[in-house]
């Protein structure tokens, strides 16, 4: 069964490629640019085994780490992927695992990968 994964990321340039690499690596992807219309997917029935998320969003918009928090609150195996900047890695101590940008789309599946391997 392909892992179900969430891809939450409001740079396109990112989101896509990301998207397209974890699925021709086999995963089921759901890529979203806006964390609230993320927010509503991962509330869903649908089984998510990996949260891969920036940390900042717009104005407005609730923040990757409340994603993630709250994701793992009521989804507590599903693991988190943070891809964000380098400054921004002490918001994510304890919440999940933590990848600086720049990064390539592949360095981002070996990590989902590894984590599904757990």
């Known amino acids: 069964m392909p ?3 969430v891809v939450v990321h409001d740079d ?7 998207a397209v690499a974890l699925r021709d690596n086999g995963h ?3 890529a979203f640019d806006d964390p609230i219309a993320a927010w509503d997917a991962l509330k869903s029935g649908h089984r998510v085994e990996v949260l891969v998320t920036r940390i900042q969003f717009a104005a407005k918009k609730p923040h990757g780490v409340a994603l993630a ?5 009521n989804r507590p195996s599903v693991h988190v ?3 964000a900047l380098p400054e921004l890695q002490v ?5 999940g695992t933590f990848m600086a940008m720049p990064v390539a789309p592949a360095e981002v599946v070996t990590t989902v990968e590894r984590l599904l391997d757990q």
């Open 81 to 83: 992927v943070f891809v």
């Open 91 to 95: 918001h994510t101590t304890g919440v």
């Open 69 to 73: 928090t709250w994701t793992r609150a």
């Open 3 to 5: 892992a179900r994964i």
């Open 28 to 30: 089921e992807v759901a």
């Open 12 to 18: 396109l340039s990112f989101l896509v490629p990301l």
